[in-house]
């Protein structure tokens, strides 16, 4: 039988115990990610590359998290905390994700803005736009307290697609799919001018489709222009699209 005594030498032992599992068990509060900015022809470093922690949810602009600048060796390291990441992932359920967090890598200085050109960002419209250098971090992976994620640098060609203001009721569409990558898909509504940044020396198919509003549920859609491209790097590709073309297609 234990006496006073005992339970006295006792409890601070077992204090000891439950804090020793306490902290093996509660996750860090900080979370460091980690890696290399690679150029993707030479396979070379990158130095002063802005690498940003970026938060996307469904219905809001892209939220920063945390940022480094890559050193002479290309290298950059994010901390942030434990909260941070948790505000947009579900602990939960490791494959559910209420925003897409993603690592955006950005050319800072003027030279490397042209050698990696992408200059465009998302307006008003949100025009889906094709960051070479971003990446998603997915959920099971946000739970690790290490991240180890290298970066690859690639330069951007780019398609602009003009046309005269569309009639009231009709809509048209510049439409791109990727032929080697189909989840490489975009289609925006062109009002006279849209522009897409798209990966060089990769084959899509791209129409231009005009729509036609009608009475019944299903949109009429006619192809007015057709073709497949292959861009080279800071390729810039003008399509114009003429009155005349709207009024003759088929």
């Known amino acids: 039988m234990y006496t006073s005594s005992c339970y006295t030498r006792l409890i601070p032992v077992l204090l000891v115990f439950f804090i020793i599992q306490a902290c093996k068990q509660a996750p860090s509060s900080a979370v460091t990610i980690s890696g290399q900015v690679l150029d993707e022809q030479s396979r ?3 130095p002063g590359i802005h690498v940003i922690l970026q938060a996307v949810p469904a219905s809001a602009k892209d939220t920063p998290l945390a940022a480094a600048v890559t050193d002479q060796e290309g290298k950059y390291t994010i901390t942030t905390r434990r909260g941070t990441i948790n505000r947009y992932t579900d602990t939960a359920d490791t494959h559910y994700q209420k925003a897409a967090l993603r690592l955006l890598a950005e050319p800072a200085q003027a030279q490397q803005k042209q050698q990696y050109k992408n200059p465009y960002k998302a307006g008003p419209n949100r025009a889906p736009l094709l960051y070479f250098s971003q990446l998603a971090l997915p959920a099971n992976r946000l739970q690790e307290n290490n991240i180890v994620q290298d970066i690859v640098m690639q330069t951007g060609a780019i398609i602009v697609c003009r046309s005269p203001v569309t009639e009231t009721g009709t809509d048209l569409y510049l439409d791109i799919t990727g032929l080697q990558k189909p989840q490489d ?12 940044v798209v990966r060089p020396d990769h084959p899509y198919l791209l129409n231009i489709i005009h729509q036609l509003s009608g009475t019944d549920s299903i949109p009429n859609e006619q192809i007015i222009k057709q073709d497949t491209v292959r861009l080279k790097p800071m390729d810039t590709l003008a399509i114009n699209i003429s009155r005349q073309m709207l009024t003759t297609a088929p």
Request: proline share 7%.
């Open 185 to 196: 898909h975009f289609r925006v509504i062109v009002n006279t001018q849209r522009y897409l």
């Open 44 to 46: 070379q470093p990158v």
